[in-house]
């Protein structure tokens, strides 16, 4: 199964139109003809201009096979696709606004999404579980690169907070809500 992570859908007024616009570009293009092209689409905002939204789709592609092949069919649309969740992705916001941001920040060496779902199924616990117990929360999710094999990287476990916390800082600044209270979550680790 590929997840990608389409970012810079449209501006927030044109939001509703264009996200169908997008599911129906899904469902012609059938990426995935077995069960359906789209499993899940969900949307949150991304700065005061921008959507953000999260597709499921199952695939015999590649995750880069996948957004190469999107990014040409949807020439006519305004999206950038990716399945690399670097930095901040906004996987839920409350339809009446956030009193609170939790920011869950991916394990080491885990993916992004893949730190959050049970592995039988499709649905992310903090964007389809979590909202239902704390209402008024805007979800977002921090990934960044932790790939140890041939790394050549020399950034320490300080180096990813202070990256983490530069990050969260712009983030929240653009949207306006840098006064908001966070909560950051990171996932257990099963020894």
Not at 28 to 36: I, L
Not at 93 to 118: C, F, N, P, R
Not at 164 to 181: H, I, K, M, Y
Request: contains cysteine; negative net charge.
């Amino acid at each position: 199964m590929a997840v990608c992570e389409l970012d810079t859908l449209t501006e927030v007024s044109g939001t509703a139109k264009s996200i169908l616009d997008l599911r129906n570009e899904f469902g012609r293009r059938q990426y995935a003809p077995r069960r359906g092209p789209v499993l899940s689409l969900e949307v949150a905002a991304k700065g005061k201009r921008f959507v953000y939204a999260t597709v499921y789709i199952t695939t015999p592609l590649s995750g880069e096979d996948l957004c190469a092949r999107l990014h040409r069919s949807g020439k006519c649309y305004p999206y950038s696709y990716t399945c690399k969740f670097d930095g901040i992705t906004p996987l839920y916001e409350d339809e009446k606004g956030a009193d609170v941001d939790v920011i869950a920040v991916t394990g080491l060496g885990g993916h992004a999404l893949g730190s959050w779902k049970s592995r039988n199924s499709d649905e992310v616990w903090l964007r389809d579980f979590l909202p239902e117990d704390m209402p008024n929360i805007r979800v977002l999710l921090y990934s960044y690169d932790t790939m140890l094999p041939g790394s050549q990287s020399r950034q320490s476990i300080g180096d990813l907070g202070s990256a983490f916390l530069e990050q969260v800082t712009a983030f929240r600044a653009n949207d306006g809500v840098s006064g908001l209270p966070y909560v950051s979550l990171r996932p257990t680790s099963v020894m």
